[in-house]
């Protein structure tokens, strides 16, 4: 029957359609099964790598927040986020903490996915390839210790997400101890030196190591810390595989700072406008309004105030380096003191940073964001003073004084630079910053100030030496900070999100 | 004269050839010939089907009523038309047959079509609305969608950026059902599940479905309601050509009241002395409108030409309709041609075969609006629409150099909105094809086989080039392009099986079928910075000398199902409906593959009862109850799989690959299910002159698809919303359509529709039953809550603080002003918690978007040869959060004369604007929240049928001219451009912020007014 023929045909089309609807993705990786060589470890070190040099963390927001809580830059825009950081009146719901804790426990997650793999790989160097992703876990817990004491502390990929609801915060002490022994496999794994600054080495986890007992040594006198600080500093210091760079302007021009024997760990970027904003943007936010340089100028964000400015001596070749004093707005070169002529209601007649803007080398956006310029985390100079002040706490006073006068026997040289108004120039051999005969830890922390001034180390140090009282008042850089109140902002609040999503963890007093 | 349901005809039309098929007997034919006329108006009635019963010989009227057709003596004849009764007359040995019809003056024989059928409207259970031809082209569209909006009943129509031509149209029935997935309603061409709108001149009727009863036919598709589009046939009879052609003009709609040159320059100065800040602000010295400058008169045309007919075996309907306009906004445009044609043939006389082709192209010339703030410009630079409002009058289009002017002495440096509109490029093309084949078979008497098989595929390229004349978006890097591709395609069979028996007193009708679906789609991004020359645009990606990351997926969805329906009419006064459908998806999770939908629904036709059957004024009386469950798929392809996610990463200056985790699987997800019941009566008084439907309607939609705050960010995966069917709304509301015909005689016609609705969408569930915000502000506002949703309220509240005036004096108590020290005229707000400062705890709900009422208003009057068309719309009750005025009054732009005039001075002090430079924030608070209600003259329409006999010699058969007006009166308290507002936030116009983010205004392609004139031809 001719109809049957059309029915067998129609219920053929039907059996065609039948599918056991299970998905097949295309272009997407599932985790099960990804490891299976160091390489693989190595894809995953990366995502931790990639997650510091997002706009979210060093990029900008981190960067920021850290420099605007010293008391040597001073916000000229008014968003609310940024008057919280600059007045330490942070709020949990702050828009920059959400972003950069984010971004640091991503960073984690992506080294804790690289550790595990790990745990089944038979390749013989995979302990070398995963001790840096030990190494980066204990960088991004290291920065969220310091801001916020007790944490969430993870060291494993989260796979019961119920489980992971109900954790407590680890007390700063214990994630301390786990820093200290990530930091400790990464020293004992990695190799000595590495290709480049941004690929950690056994240098750059023994400097940390050095930095994070100094941290925890605080203000106790005769902590053992300041002992093992030292130890680790001068490990680094006699292997000798660092050293000063002979032009201070060397490392704040992406250009020369990745031939310069002086920075031990990096941040590394290649001038791409990734997505995702894993990119920088530090340079238009310390720059100069209406400034002819960088494609656009700057946004006049984070900017000196005067008298940060006066505490510079105009003989320290460090001060020309680190401050625009003129610049060219509209064809029309000015000093500082016409930085206004722009019209523009941020425009400030103050110097400006100049550590970012000057040389921010090949940039994928307009006002110089998305370099490739690799700021130095970590490089010889705050080793050295790392070190001076761990020999001064621990009374060996004269080989801090020999580490302090090395950092300012570099600054004598001088050296070739250029202005804000992109004039070259050379700082003629200076005997300024004179050798000092003896330090005292002040001394030390007054010498981190000036070298490592607008690097983002200030608030760091403020906090674990309990300055506020002191950098805050009246008598400041910045004046009286209206929402300074020191038994609760050496500790910033927990997003209000992981409190709320977590009650179990505990929030800082705010 | 209304026009058929060609669905109707062809129904008819079979069925007759199926009941009589055997009682083919040769007979001794003679030619009959005869008048049709109304027994209104005894005026002639082209297009009626005058068939032979149980023959397949038929033939229509012509446009003076009259027939002539071949019939053995001793047959009968049928005359039908849609709108008149049918009547059926028996051949003895006459010649001549003139037929008077009466009008049917209930319509409730009209056939309605449904999912996988067809059903009178007087036997539906559930609810359901019709919109005819004649009101979706009663003005020119882009999108037959739009032409939905005051329509019917429950359906609110709104598009998604003003009067941008080509720009989407968002369609919501019953309001949303869902927090983050699409609260669209499903698009079902011609039985093509997921087609895409034919243009409105090739549609001859939308129905739109509304409850469980219409809907849980389509199951996990279901929940935001179902519209079915049944496009034109052509039909048995001479070949018909028509033309519609129609130019319209095009205005804004209206214009904001800005400062000029000399007082922009007064009120930056006062900012600045308010600030303590002696920087002087630089008059450039020009006063330029930027509002006058980047708009121009726009216009429309729409042509549409078709040819329709058919023999008794087969007929078609083919068009092509062509729409060009040109934007109201410089530099804006849409341009598409469409072709569609049908072709239905009846093979054997149980074979019967059809085709659907539909074709289409078009070209958008968009310009930036709608800023999300997130388009690489700081400051929301890329929007043409609000830079306009904000720049700076003092600055000419160009500077001294010859390059264009930017904003540079206050906010972030953005370029001019003259340069934005002009300069960018950003054309995006579309290609549409669809072919959708069926094949219906009688297997035996009153049991008939329906296969049906489609392919579609929809092509878009997107251009965009950003020319490094745009000095702060491209030119520091010589230039920006993308071209973003994406191929999406459809595979679809339906098959099913239609019984129909008449059972004792009851009459059945069951049916059952299998579909699969497959749905793929494919993407890919190339773009690039630093161009040679500015005339690439963004073809020659190769030249580009910064590198962009490309990028480019692939997924894809399988959709099998069974479904079924039991429809029993008992003694024609009781009406059951029984649907069932199963649906399994493989985008649904690993647990969770296969969902099921029931629903039932009762109706009375209380007026069939004897009691009620001689009852003068009572002509209907029908009730209607349902209930059932229907579903929103709600989870995107792969989103329940573990995943990794590749990222960008540097080492030693190189790009390298990276991975991190993306999400962990998410095993047990579910799609989201709707429960709703449906409660309807339908009146007919006076004879049915007088039509009234009264909807009642509850949704609760369970297992809402929400991202989980139980997962901390300190899990560290990449995706941070992890989800879990974690939430509940429920919707409920009426809907009232009153149809009336005021007068009818000879020369006179008068009717009336009316249709409101009330819809209330409440929030019963959250996640740990919290506050769930969104934000609705464009990322530089730098908000991210600026909408809320509560358990126990309403959805998508406004979230912010409460306004309390300007500080005059003494702050009065249980009010503060912002963080940090308060002067003589800055804001205060409430301060709800008391503590002396406003901090978030003093955010609180300011206002609700959402709409008491929406209703449409039409009244047609023809009189002889004119008729005129009066259509208003409108909504009430709604509020809006106008963000243009957050942003106007924040000190970095422009402003209004009104804040110019009435901000707090030591002068002004009585005044509830505060000073300027109040460091504002651009908070967001009641300050901004507007009553948003209005009533629109949407259309009217003025039309002229040309006497006949001036042209009825060369051919032609009816020539109309018309002239409308459109959008010509807003009566509104807005103090924005207009009240029918679409910003969706800086998440941009994506599925949960068109749930979340309503009542937002800033930067929208402005609504235009316009005037058509327009021509129809028909030979």
């Given amino acids: ?510 | 004269m209304k026009k058929t349901l060609n669905f109707c005809k062809t129904k008819l039309l079979f069925t007759a050839f199926l009941l009589t098929n055997i009682a083919l007997i040769a007979q001794s034919n003679q030619e009959i010939s005869g008048k049709i006329t109304s027994s209104t108006d005894n005026a002639p009635i082209p297009g009626v089907n005058v068939i032979v019963v149980g023959t397949s010989n038929g033939t229509t009227t012509d446009f003076d009523g009259n027939y002539q057709i071949n019939a053995p003596e001793g047959s009968k004849i049928s005359f039908s038309f849609l709108g008149f009764v049918t009547k059926t007359i028996s051949v003895s040995n006459q010649t001549t047959l003139n037929i008077s019809l009466e009008e049917d003056s209930n319509e409730l024989d009209e056939v309605v079509v449904v999912g996988y059928g067809a059903r009178k409207k007087s036997d539906i259970t559930g609810s359901v609305s019709s919109v005819k031809s004649e009101e979706l082209n009663a003005f020119p569209v882009a999108d037959a969608s739009q032409a939905l909006q005051g329509r019917a009943a429950g359906v609110v129509v709104q598009s998604n950026n003003g009067g941008e031509p080509g720009a989407p149209i968002s369609i919501k029935i019953r309001g949303n059902t869902s927090i983050s997935a699409s609260s669209s309603p499903l698009v079902v061409v011609d039985g093509f599940v997921g087609g895409t709108m034919p243009q409105a001149a090739d549609i001859q009727s939308m129905e739109v479905l509304k409850d469980a009863s219409a809907t849980a036919i389509y199951g996990s598709r279901g929940s935001n309601g179902v519209i079915l589009v049944t496009t034109k046939k052509g039909r048995q009879g001479k070949i018909t050509v028509e033309l519609n052609s129609s130019y319209s003009v095009q205005n804004t709609a209206n214009k904001l009241d800005l400062l000029n040159a000399e007082d922009f320059v007064t009120y930056q100065q006062q900012i600045r002395t308010n600030n303590g800040n002696n920087t002087p602000y630089n008059d450039s010295g020009f006063d330029t409108d930027w509002q006058d400058l980047i708009y121009r008169t726009g216009n429309t045309q729409n042509h549409t030409l078709s040819f329709s007919g058919g023999t008794a075996k087969s007929n078609f309907y083919a068009s092509g309709n062509y729409y060009k306009q040109d934007g109201v906004l410089i530099n804006s445009g849409f341009e598409k041609a469409t072709f569609l044609s049908n072709l239905d043939a009846q093979v054997t006389s149980k074979l019967k075969l059809g085709l659907n082709l539909y074709g289409s192209k078009s070209t958008k010339k968009g310009v930036a609006t709608q800023s999300t703030g997130a388009n690489g410009v700081g400051g929301g630079g890329d929007d043409a629409i609000s830079l306009a409002m904000r720049f700076d009058p003092t600055k000419d289009i160009t500077d001294t150099d010859g390059n264009f002017s930017t904003n540079d002495q206050i906010g972030d440096p953005v370029d001019n909105p003259y340069a934005v509109a002009s300069q960018r490029t950003d054309n995006t093309k579309e290609d549409e094809f669809r072919a959708n084949a069926y094949l219906e078979y009688e297997i035996i008497e009153d049991l008939t086989f329906k296969t049906t098989f489609g392919l579609s595929t929809r092509n878009t390229m997107q251009g965009i080039y950003v020319p490094s004349t745009l000095i702060v978006s491209a030119s520091a890097v010589s230039g920006r392009a993308s071209v973003e591709n994406w191929k999406r395609s459809t595979a679809l069979t339906e098959n099913y099986l239609t019984y129909n028996k008449e059972i004792g007193k009851g009459k059945l009708t069951a049916l059952a079928g299998f579909s699969y679906q497959r749905n793929l789609t494919e993407r890919s991004l190339a773009q690039g910075t630093g161009f040679i020359s500015d005339s690439f645009l963004y073809y020659g990606l190769e030249s580009s000398t910064g590198f962009l990351q490309p990028e480019s997926q692939y997924t894809e969805v399988e959709i099998q199902s069974v479904f079924g329906r039991l429809n029993y009419d008992l003694n024609d006064k009781y009406l059951i409906t029984a649907t069932v459908r199963r649906d399994g998806a493989s985008n649904f999770s690993e647990n969770y593959k296969y969902a099921t939908f029931p629903s039932a629904a009762l109706g009375w036709k209380i007026s069939n009862e004897e009691f009620l059957k001689e009852n003068k004024t009572i002509s209907n009386l029908k009730l209607r109850a349902s209930y059932g469950l229907t579903g929103n798929p709600s989870i995107a392809a792969y989103q329940s799989l573990a995943l990794l996610s590749t990222l960008y990463a540097s080492s030693e200056g190189e790009t390298v690959p990276a991975v991190t985790a993306e999400q962990p699987a998410n095993e047990n997800l579910k799609w989201e299910t709707s429960y709703q019941t449906n409660i309807g009566v339908d009146f007919g008084f006076l004879n049915n002159n007088i039509n009234l439907s009264v909807d009642y309607y509850t949704i609760d939609t369970k297992d809402l698809i929400l991202p989980n705050s139980g997962i901390p960010a300190y899990a560290g995966y990449l995706n941070d919303e992890i989800l879990g069917n974690l939430g509940e709304i429920n919707n409920s509301g009426f809907e009232i359509s009153i149809n009336t015909r005021n007068i009818s005689n000879e020369n006179f016609r008068w009717t009336t529709d009316f249709n409101i609705s009330a819809n209330k969408s409440k929030v019963l569930k959250l996640v740990n039953d919290a506050d769930f915000f969104d934000d609705g502000t464009p990322s530089y506002f730098s908000h991210d809550r600026s909408t809320i949703m509560r358990v126990g309220e309403e959805v998508g509240l406004f979230w912010g603080l409460e306004y309390a005036g300007v500080k005059n004096g003494a702050t009065p108590d249980g009010m503060a002003g912002r963080t940090g020290t308060t002067v003589d005229g800055d804001p205060l707000f409430v301060d709800i918690d008391g503590d002396g400062a406003i901090t978030d705890e003093d955010r609180t709900i300011i206002g609700n978007p959402n709409a008491d009422f929406n209703w449409g208003f039409t009244n047609n009057f023809v009189y002889k040869d004119f008729d005129l068309n009066i259509f208003f719309q409108g909504s009430s009750g709604g509020e809006i959060m106008n963000l243009t005025n957050v942003q106007l009054t924040n000190g970095d732009s422009n402003t209004t004369q009104d804040y110019f005039n009435n901000a707090w001075t030591p002068t002004n002090t009585n005044t509830d604007q505060p000073r300027v430079g109040n460091n504002s924030n651009r908070e967001i608070s009641s300050r901004f929240v507007e009553d948003g209600s209005y009533i629109r003259l949407k259309n009217i329409a003025l039309g002229y049928n040309l006497p006949r006999n001036v042209y009825e010699k060369i051919g032609i058969e009816n020539i109309r001219l018309a002239v409308s007006a459109q959008n010509l009166l807003t009566f509104t308290k807005y103090s924005g451009l207009d009240p029918e507002v679409n910003f969706f936030g800086s998440a941009g116009n994506n599925n949960q912020s068109t749930n979340t983010v309503n009542g937002f205004d800033f930067g929208n392609y402005p609504t235009v007014k316009s005037v058509t004139f327009s021509l129809n031809l028909k030979f």
């Fill in chain 1, 1 to 510: 029957m001719k109809k049957y023929k059309y029915i067998l045909l129609l219920v053929g089309l039907s059996i065609v359609g039948c599918t056991d609807l299970v998905e097949k993705p295309l272009g997407t990786l599932a985790p099960d099964g990804f490891f299976q060589t160091s390489q693989d470890l190595q894809t995953a070190i990366e995502g931790s790598k990639t997650a510091a040099i997002n706009e979210k963390f060093w990029g900008r927001k981190l960067s920021i927040a850290l420099m605007l809580r010293s008391d040597m830059v001073n916000l000229q825009s008014t968003q609310e986020r940024r008057v919280e950081m600059d007045q330490l009146t942070t709020l949990p719901t702050n828009g920059m903490i959400s972003e950069y804790w984010i971004k640091s426990y991503q960073g984690i997650t992506a080294a804790n996915f690289a550790i595990k793999g790990a745990e089944s790989l038979t390749d013989a160097n995979k302990d070398e390839v995963v001790a840096q992703a030990y190494f980066m876990r204990a960088f991004y817990y290291f920065h969220l210790v310091r801001q916020f004491g007790a944490i969430p502390y993870l060291t494993e990929p989260v796979s019961d997400i119920d489980a992971a609801l109900t954790i407590s915060s680890t007390p700063a002490s214990d994630v301390y101890a786990g820093i200290i022994s990530d930091l400790e496999f990464a020293e004992a794994n990695l190799p000595a030196t590495t290709n480049a600054a941004s690929i950690p080495s056994a240098g750059a986890a023994s400097s940390y190591l050095a930095l994070v007992y100094l941290t925890r040594a605080g203000n106790t006198p005769n902590s053992p810390d300041f002992t093992t600080a030292l130890t680790y500093a001068q490990k680094v210091i006699n292997l000798g595989n660092y050293s000063l760079d002979t032009n201070f302007q060397n490392l704040f021009n992406a250009d020369a700072i990745d031939a310069s024997p002086e920075p031990i760990f990096a941040l590394d970027y290649n001038g791409v406008e990734a997505s995702d904003n894993a990119y920088d943007q530090i340079a238009p936010m310390a720059g100069i309004r209406g400034d002819d340089r960088n494609d656009g100028g700057g946004w006049s964000v984070a900017v000196p105030t005067e008298d940060v400015f006066a505490s510079f001596d105009p003989l320290d070749y460090r001060t020309e380096v680190s401050f625009d004093q003129e610049a060219n707005i509209g064809g029309v070169l000015v000093d500082y003191n016409n930085f206004t002529i722009s019209g523009h209601e941020h425009a400030r007649n103050t110097p400006y940073i100049a550590k970012y803007a000057r040389y921010p080398g090949f940039f994928a956006r307009g006002s110089g964001r998305a370099t490739s310029h690799n700021y130095s985390m970590m490089r010889y100079a705050e080793l050295l003073l790392i070190a001076a002040e761990a020999a001064v706490e621990t009374g060996d006073a004269g080989t801090a004084t020999g580490y302090v006068n090395q950092v300012r026997a570099r600054a004598r040289l001088g050296g070739d630079y250029k202005t804000g108004a992109d004039v070259p120039m050379t700082f003629a051999p200076s005997t300024v910053p004179a050798d000092l005969a003896t330090v005292t830890v002040d001394d030390v922390i007054e010498e981190r100030r000036i070298e490592l001034a607008f690097e983002c180390k200030r608030w760091y140090t403020i906090a674990r030496r309990q300055l506020g009282d002191q950098v805050f008042s009246a008598s400041g850089y910045e004046g009286a900070k209206v929402g300074w109140d020191a038994t609760v902002d050496y500790l910033m609040p927990i997003p209000n999100t992981e409190i709320e999503a977590n009650p179990n963890l505990s929030q800082n007093p705010y």
